[in-house]
């Protein structure tokens, strides 16, 4: 399984992350899913 930036959950990890409920080291190892959830908060996202 592979997470893109259009994922529902990464969408939800990066509002969590946004509005301060959790920080990136927060987001859980699942695949790819800290990875893109640290690109799309950091505005690096392809």
């Given at each position: 399984?592979?997470?893109?930036k259009d994922?529902?959950?990464?969408k939800v990890?990066?509002?969590?992350?946004?509005?301060?409920?959790?920080?990136?080291?927060?987001?859980?190892?699942?695949?790819?899913?800290?990875?893109?959830?640290?690109?799309v908060v950091?505005?690096?996202?392809?």
């Amino acid at each position: 399984m592979t997470f893109t930036k259009d994922s529902g959950l990464i969408k939800v990890w990066v509002s969590l992350v946004m509005t301060g409920a959790y920080t990136v080291d927060q987001v859980p190892v699942l695949y790819n899913l800290k990875t893109v959830v640290w690109e799309v908060v950091n505005g690096t996202a392809a």
